[in-house]
Structure formats: structure tokens, C-alpha cells
């Protein structure tokens, strides 16, 4: 709250289920807020998400796409949309390959999706220059204005790979429980 006094708008939630609790009373008594589910999104959360978050960052595959579609036409509402990139191609980690990036663009573009840029989160254990610029190249050549990428750890080298979007919430209010 301390925050949102102070006029800070924009915040980052890892879990539907969580920011429905935490933030529908808040939003309702402050429309200016922008909420951005960060995290992974299932299928099933989906009308959830879209009835409370303004920007979905986790956008990976034709299934949750088109589910997000069908949402935004019930509720006559359109949320900004990145498209997740498993830029490591690391199998423990959500996002489409790089190979699949495009296919995926065009379908979320044909259902009218509000595609505004592309999300990822590195490899932890390699340098994140190299994939931060990989990511603002595909971003660039899809035409894209916005790139969500860096967290707390990497955000200073995000920013100088055009990052737009940082996620550095353990920054400000230090390490979940």
C-alpha cells in the first residue's frame, strides 16, 4: 500500500489465485493500477486472469492463446498480451522455442490478440547478455515495441538490451516466504 500512496501503478503477480485475493478490492478502488500476471498461466485460470490483469506476460502455446481469446470476447475486455520465449531452450521452463516463435505470433495476431512484445527468463547459469540480445533482435524483427525481460539479479543488463518491462519485485519487497 506504501507503494500505491506513493503512485506507483504497475505490479507483477506470479499466481492468479493469489492476486485474486490480494488485488481485486485494490484494483476496483483504483482503476489506474496495471496488474501483470508474470508467472505461468493454466488454461483453467484463465478467465480469472483476464477478468483482473490489464497484461499477460506468459503467452506460450496456440491452446492458451485462443482460451485467452474466447475470454477477452465474454468479457468484452482486451489485455495486453507477451508471448514467452524459452530462450535457453531449457526443458524445465515454460515458453515456445525460438524455431516456433513466428507460427505462434501469427496465430495469437489472427485471433486479434493485443501482442505488444516478447517475455523470457534466461538461464541462470550462463551469461544473460547473450540471450537478452537474442531476444531483442526476435523482438525487433517481429516489429514488436515492448520486451519484458530482468529480474533483480539481471535487470541492469536487460535495460541495455532494450528492455522495457523488468520484473525486480525481490528488490523491493525482498524474498518470498
Known sequence: MPLIEYGHLDFGENKVQ?????WSNVKSNNKAIKLHLIGNLQTNKVKFAVKLFDYIHSVDNEKLAKKISDEQIKQKKKVKIFIQVNIGDEKQKSGVRVSSLSSLYAYCKNLDLDIIGLMCI???????????????????????NELSMGMSSDYITAVKNSATYL?????IFGERS
Not at 540480445?133 to 523482438?139: H, I, Q, V
Request: hydrophobic fraction near 35%.
Open 18 to 22: 493469489e492476486a485474486v485475493e490480494k
Open 122 to 144: 534466461p538461464p541462470m547459469d550462463k551469461s544473460t547478455d547473450f540471450f537478452f540480445r537474442e531476444m531483442n533482435s526476435l523482438n525487433e524483427n517481429l516489429s514488436l
Open 167 to 171: 520484473r525486480i519485485g525481490s528488490n
